[in-house]
């Protein structure tokens, strides 16, 4: 930190034992001061930045102990509870995942920052695909906006050239930034995105991009600001919100690196528009073309997360000494179809390696005596080893000034860093296995297959008149949550059934109607509707003791919870 703030050029207080014209002096004085100041804000700013994402991580994971250790008390047919507790469960685990996210960008930040500032930020140019960086954009912002349920546009020029040369990452930084603060500092209405280009004659492309909210605004005396390091602008009226004060300083000197522009133009109150521009070369003339028909297919499906590609054929060994890691990546992956092999050492992965021809290894870097780097070097020389060649991608949580460089000239393929995000991670992989080994999913691929699925996996549920995309709602489209609620629903049936016909013939409608109100709640939970509106009905007639009304409905009641249950053995069985 030390070392930052004398990068960030905040020690300025030195003082020369001459007498000074007076105005000088002042002038250095008010200087200093207001460096202390800004010291001072950026100090308290920034520990109260990383301590609340902590203080979130930390309490959150409090309470998935707590219901972890209710979930192991729960009596084992108590299916209500237990999925409420599993629900709890998914929503404290979702809490940390976006503290964690919030405290990496942070940390990030800073980092840059320091980069920056010590000079040492680099621009790495290669060649790219517009419309996968935008792709990404999308599903790094849609989620953002559709949690404040702000309407997100990205309207895109189709023929714009897709493949570009620069810094693929870099503008990729520049524009989440910006449409970042855009979402954070909008509470009501929209964001938009509008690419354009301006090719210039000499193999390059100037790239406008205009960010446009109709959010809190800027006042015209703090559009300055905007652009001055650890400044943030009406702390009072902003304080809930996540910031360090460094995204714009950072935007701006990358784009001052890269040729670049930005200028804002806002109106207080009603909203800000940011248009950068990027010069980038263009390599084909490939345009980006019905991009904008595929992004509105991706936002009508809900951006959920769906595979680029398969490669059932593909093989691949996965290492990393932490079991749980080597099951997220493993769970990344699953929907590739490829095989995955893990290793838990590097010993252990330098002999799988011997003796397994991979297509490519996922190399975790700091690992307990033989290291990542060691394992990988031990790989190459291993003459006659049947994956002696392959891409080794390095996967660490180094992400330091030289890192990468460090990395590769040690001989690592690629690098990424941790914690791994899926799309960089099968962005990556689809670049390194052998062509002929990768499917790309397109689309209309990913619809038939998806519609295949459920056709064959849920007929029966939906004849039952179980409405599995209801249920998948409670999940977040989690299938494999789905999957065990159902099996939750049908394992208590024998016991449940028991009970609601036990008090139905004793009319012990007290006991009988907190029976129908749980299987009210669990049918509507695996989205068995019309089994829970009238089981609501039952149980609101329960309460006024309404045996009439009961009597009437009970029989089919008890069919229809039958034949739900019936369906979900169905489709456990195939
Ligand atoms: P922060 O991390 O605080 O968001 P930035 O450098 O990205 O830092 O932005 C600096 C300040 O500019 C913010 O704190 C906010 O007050 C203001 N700001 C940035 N973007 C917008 C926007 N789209 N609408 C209103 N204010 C904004």
Redo the contacts with the bound molecule.
């Keep these: 930190m030390f070392s930052l703030l004398v990068a960030a050029g905040l020690s300025l207080i030195t003082v020369r034992p001459f007498v000074r014209a007076q105005g000088e002096l002042l002038e250095e004085k008010v200087r200093a001061e207001s460096a202390n100041h800004a010291k001072s804000d950026f100090l308290a700013n920034m520990s109260h930045e990383i301590r609340t994402p902590i203080n979130a991580v930390l309490g959150m994971n409090e309470m998935i102990l707590r219901e972890d250790h209710r979930a192991q008390e729960l009596a084992k047919d108590d299916s209500v509870d237990m999925i409420e507790t599993l629900k709890n469960i998914n929503v404290y685990a979702n809490d940390v995942k976006s503290a964690g996210h919030n405290l990496l960008a942070i940390v990030n930040?800073i980092l840059d920052f320091s980069k920056i500032e010590a000079g040492k930020m680099d621009i790495t140019e290669a060649p790219y695909q517009l419309s996968s960086l935008l792709n990404d954009l999308n599903n790094m912002i849609l989620f953002k906006a559709q949690d404040k349920k702000l309407d997100f546009n990205i309207d895109v020029d189709r023929t714009l050239p897709d493949d570009l040369y620069g810094d693929e990452v870099r503008v990729r930084q520049i524009l989440t930034?910006i449409l970042g603060?855009?979402v954070?500092?909008?509470e009501k209405g929209s964001v938009r995105l509008t690419l354009r280009g301006e090719e210039q004659g000499d193999g390059t492309i100037l790239l406008k991009a205009k960010i446009s909210?109709t959010?809190?605004?800027?006042r015209p005396e703090d559009k300055e600001k905007?652009f001055t390091k650890f400044?943030?602008?009406?702390m009072e009226r902003?304080s809930t919100?996540e910031?360090?004060?460094?995204?714009?300083?950072i935007t701006r000197r990358l784009l001052d690196m890269m040729g670049g522009t930005i200028s804002v133009e806002?109106e207080y109150g009603k909203g800000?528009v940011?248009t950068v521009t990027i010069p980038q070369r263009i390599v084909s003339n490939v345009s980006v073309g019905n991009f904008q028909e595929r992004f509105e297919k991706n936002m009508k499906e809900g951006g959920t997360y769906k595979e680029s590609f398969r490669a059932p054929n593909a093989r691949i060994l996965v290492v990393d000494d932490t079991r749980i890691n080597l099951a997220v990546v493993a769970n990344l992956l699953k929907s590739t179809l490829m095989r995955i092999d893990t290793a838990l050492s590097g010993a252990e992965a330098v002999k799988k390696a011997e003796d397994t021809a991979y297509d490519l290894i996922l190399m975790d870097q700091r690992m307990p005596e033989m290291d990542g780097t060691e394992a990988l070097h031990k790989i190459r020389e291993t003459s006659g080893g049947k994956s002696s060649k392959v891409p080794v991608i390095c996967l660490t949580a180094d992400a330091v000034i030289g890192a990468k460089e460090r990395y590769l000239s040690e001989g690592f393929s690629d690098y990424l860093t941790k914690p791994i995000d899926s799309f960089a991670l099968e962005k990556m992989l689809k670049k390194y296995l052998p062509s002929s080994k990768v499917e790309l999913v397109n689309d209309e691929k990913k619809e038939e297959i998806s519609e295949e699925k459920a056709a064959d996996s849920y007929d029966a549920l939906r004849a039952a008149g179980v409405n599995p995309s209801e249920g998948l709602k409670y999940t977040n489209n989690d299938e494999g949550f789905y999957l065990s609620m159902l099996n939750e629903y049908a394992s208590s049936y024998e016991e449940k059934s028991g009970k609601i016909n036990e008090y139905y013939s004793k009319e012990d409608w007290k006991e009988y109607g907190i029976y129908v109100h749980a299987l009210k709640s669990t049918s509507k939970m695996i989205g068995a509707m019309e089994l829970s509106e009238l089981a609501l009905r039952i149980e609101e007639a329960a309460k006024n003791s309404d045996a009439e009304t009961i009597r009437g409905k009970h029989e089919l009641m008890m069919k229809r919870y039958e034949a739900v249950t019936k369906a979900i053995n169905l489709t456990a069985s195939r």
């Design positions: 930040d930034n603060n855009a954070k500092y909008t909210d959010g809190i605004g800027i905007l400044q943030r602008l009406e902003n919100v910031g360090t004060g460094l995204g714009l300083v806002s800000s940011f």
